[in-house]
């Protein structure tokens, strides 16, 4: 099993950056896949950006430019880099780890773009 605990979202204006942080606990070497994920009220939850353990990412194409996903040299830390942050990147954002065939889920950080 693996326990995550997301931090850092907050209240940003347009074009601001932030970083989101998410600390993981137990079973870290077993992790397939990690990931960020984020979430509008009434729409999907959506793959903002993941890193495998090879260390290769993949980011939504809304995010391709903007945001950096990486992991601590700990393995335990997973951190999304935000910049140039627009409005529709107001959302939940969540951490995610993949150990085949379980997916663990954090509780979510509130990331809203506004002026």
């Known amino acids: 099993q693996v326990q995550l605990v997301e931090s850092g979202g907050g209240l940003v204006q347009p074009g601001g950056s932030l970083r989101l942080s998410c600390a993981a606990s137990?079973?870290?070497?077993?992790?397939?896949?990690m990931g960020w994920y984020r979430q509008d009220p009434g729409k999907q939850r959506e793959l903002v950006a993941q890193?495998?353990?090879?260390?290769?990412?993949d980011y939504a194409d809304s995010v391709k430019g903007r945001f950096t996903i990486s992991r601590g040299n700990a393995k335990n830390m997973l951190y999304l880099q935000m910049n140039s942050l627009k409005p529709e990147d107001t959302a939940v954002y969540y951490c995610n780890a993949l150990i085949f065939p379980m997916n663990y889920w954090g509780r979510g950080t509130q990331v809203t773009v506004s002026s």
């Open positions: 137990g079973s870290i070497s077993s992790i397939n896949f």
């Open positions: 890193i495998r353990s090879d260390g290769s990412t």
